[in-house]
């Protein structure tokens, strides 16, 4: 079995903004949550939040966080959506039982509507469906005045061509959501950011071979710059090639400091209060 490597600096007070904590795949490595909930208090990790790719999910996001809150010490937090891969699953129904958790999204923890987006590397739903569903997505979260977690992979030019007529018509808020794993150029970035966006970063920055995500890194301001690991995905350098957890986004944090010239400790405060302002998380 391949040992891992726990954190032991100082990222106390961090937020892991996107982890998939009901996934499949922490179960089968017999990680359990009140494991991986530790392992983050440990590490430092005080908030996590949770979201969903298609209607189960949300459901799941919403329980996990309802269930777990406080376990160790962290807060969840949720969000729900229909992911680029599951567009084909989308109807009226669909957006109907979503609409009916974010009824209540103080009780369910709901923070967002995500991940919504645009997908071409799988091509998992057709790009019609995908684009159809994504723009309505996004006009449900300005509808409701939620931020939005964007998943945009290999599709760039599709996604940005919706996002600026949105923006240009005045139907995107201004706290618009965040660009998950952004892939984007450093130019695009920027755009992004312009328009509301946060950008979030994960284990990619800190693979040997990607230059790209430290100049997106580099080009963006701290002030909009978050963490996230998307377990159980994605796993950071040194623990490349186990399941992810979010007890590793220290490492993320690590990269992001280094490259900001900043310590960890502030990269900490300075990440968990924008992910706070993102997400309209009130301290508590």
């Known amino acids: 079995m391949r040992e891992i490597i726990r954190y032991s600096g100082d990222a106390a007070g961090v937020f892991d903004t996107h982890a998939h904590l009901y996934d499949r795949k922490f179960e089968e490595a017999g990680v359990f949550p009140a494991d991986v909930l530790r392992n983050a208090s440990e590490a430092g990790i005080t908030r996590i939040l949770i979201p969903a790719d298609n209607l189960e999910t949300s459901r799941l996001a919403v329980a996990y966080a309802r269930e777990y809150d406080g376990m160790s010490g962290i807060s969840l937090y949720s969000s729900v959506g229909?992911?680029?891969?599951?567009?084909?699953?989308?109807?009226?129904?669909?957006?109907?039982?979503?609409?009916?958790l974010l009824a209540d999204k103080k009780t369910n923890r709901i923070?967002?509507?995500?991940?919504?987006?645009?997908?071409?590397?799988?091509?998992?739903?057709?790009?019609?469906?995908?684009?159809?569903?994504?723009?309505?997505?996004?006009?449900?979260?300005?509808?409701?005045?939620?931020?939005?977690?964007?998943?945009?992979?290999?599709?760039?030019?599709?996604?940005?061509?919706?996002?600026?007529r949105l923006y240009k018509n005045?139907?995107?808020?201004?706290?618009?959501?965040?660009c998950h794993c952004c892939s984007a150029s450093p130019e695009i970035a920027t755009e992004l950011v312009k328009m509301g966006f946060y950008i979030g970063f994960d284990g990619p920055i800190t693979f040997k071979n990607n230059k790209n995500t430290p100049a997106v890194c580099e080009a963006v301001p701290t002030d909009r710059i978050v963490v996230e690991t998307d377990s159980p995905y994605l796993t950071p350098v040194p623990n490349r090639g186990a399941v992810?957890?979010?007890?590793?986004?220290p490492y993320v944090l690590e990269k992001v400091a280094q490259i900001k010239g900043i310590t960890v400790a502030?990269?900490?405060?300075?990440?968990?209060?924008?992910?706070l302002r993102l997400y309209e998380i009130e301290e508590r």
């Open 244 to 249: 992810n957890e979010p007890g590793f986004v």
């Open 111 to 164: 923070c967002a509507i995500g991940e919504i987006g645009l997908d071409y590397y799988y091509d998992h739903s057709p790009r019609d469906i995908q684009r159809r569903v994504y723009e309505e997505q996004l006009l449900m979260a300005y509808e409701l005045d939620m931020p939005i977690i964007l998943h945009e992979r290999e599709a760039t030019g599709d996604s940005m061509d919706i996002l600026r």
């Open 82 to 100: 229909v992911h680029p891969h599951e567009a084909s699953s989308w109807s009226k129904e669909v957006r109907k039982e979503l609409e009916d």
């Open 170 to 178: 005045g139907n995107m808020r201004g706290n618009v959501g965040v």
């Open 266 to 275: 502030e990269a900490a405060r300075i990440t968990t209060e924008n992910a």
